[in-house]
Nanobody
Framework: QVQLVESGGGLVQAGGSLRLSCAAS????????MGWFRQAAGKERESVAA????????YYADSVKGRFTISRDNAKNTVYLQMNSLKPEDTAVYYCASGRPLGSRRLGDASEYSYWGHGTQVTVSS
C-alpha cells in the first residue's frame, strides 16, 4: 500500500512558477514510477509528467514540455513538479500517482498507475 499526499498548489499569476511536491509513504517508493496528472473543471484527466524509479526515463505532455520539470528524491520518498511560465490553461487539480508502467511508452498512461493522491489545486490567473 502506498499513500500519496500532494502539496504546493495555489494561486499564481500567468508567467509565474510553482513547485508541487508529493510525499509518499511506504518503503517501496523507490521501486515505483511516479506521475503527475491534472484535471481541469469540466475536462477529462490528462497526463502531465512522469519519472521512472531510477529517474532514467521521463515523460512530459506536449503542452508542458520546456516549462515543467519532474524530479524525485528516493531518500525522501518525494517527487516534485517544478512548473515555470505558467499559463491560465494550466489551471487544474494536480494529482500525484505511483505505479509500474510496462515500458517507457506507457509512462503517461493513467491506467498504469495504482495509487493516487487527493490532489492539489493550481490556479493561474491571467
Amino acid at each position: 500500500q502506498v499513500q500519496l499526499v500532494e502539496s504546493g498548489g495555489g494561486l499564481v499569476q500567468a508567467g509565474g512558477s510553482l513547485r508541487l511536491s508529493c510525499a509518499a509513504s511506504g518503503r517501496t517508493f523507490s521501486s515505483y514510477t511516479m506521475g503527475w496528472f491534472r484535471q481541469a473543471a469540466g475536462k477529462e484527466r490528462e497526463s502531465v509528467a512522469a519519472i521512472s524509479w531510477s529517474s532514467a526515463s521521463t515523460y512530459y505532455a506536449d503542452s508542458v514540455k520546456g516549462r515543467f520539470t519532474i524530479s524525485r528524491d528516493n531518500a525522501k520518498n518525494t517527487v516534485y513538479l517544478q512548473m515555470n511560465s505558467l499559463k491560465p490553461e494550466d489551471t487544474a487539480v494536480y494529482y500525484c500517482a505511483s505505479g509500474r508502467p510496462l515500458g517507457s511508452r506507457r509512462l503517461g498512461d493513467a491506467s498504469e498507475y495504482s495509487y493516487w493522491g487527493h490532489g492539489t489545486q493550481v490556479t493561474v490567473s491571467s
